[in-house]
């Protein structure tokens, strides 16, 4: 899992770093950086969770950095769509990007929860055999 944990960030990252400097230098905004900014702590946990004795924690410190991504993100795309189903403008290049940004943090909490079962699993199955 800790090489998943630093996939997603580096998607994440890359996904700020284009929102940003993809666009045009008038319509540059720090929150095009959002993505980076949930990356970053997902990369640095994913990298404490490379040690067997941090992995844990790690893991369980970088699903909270992806759920709070994900919920965050799927909070503002949902209120991008209530924007476009009353006919208010809206910008489409950041709802892609926010809509990206869901997608990426919600496969990675699904991921690290099918983990930790698994993990779970696997805990239950050893007592048992002792």
Not at 13 to 28: Q, S
Not at 65 to 74: C, E, K, P, S
């Amino acid at each position: 899992m800790p090489q998943i944990a630093l996939l997603t960030a580096l998607l994440l990252i890359l996904e700020g770093l284009y929102g940003y400097f993809g666009a045009a230098v008038d319509d540059r905004s720090m929150t095009a950086l959002i993505p980076l900014f949930f990356g970053v702590p997902i990369g640095i946990s994913g990298l404490f969770a490379m040690k067997d004795s941090y992995r844990m924690h790690a893991m369980h410190a970088a699903v909270s950095f992806g759920l709070l991504g994900a919920f965050a993100a799927w909070g503002r795309t949902v209120m991008t769509v209530g924007k476009m189903s009353q006919g208010m403008e809206y910008n489409q290049r950041a709802a892609m990007m926010v809509l990206i940004m869901a997608i990426i943090c919600t496969g990675f909490v699904i991921m690290c929860v099918r983990s930790f079962i698994a993990a779970r699993k696997r805990q239950r199955a050893e007592k048992a055999q002792e």
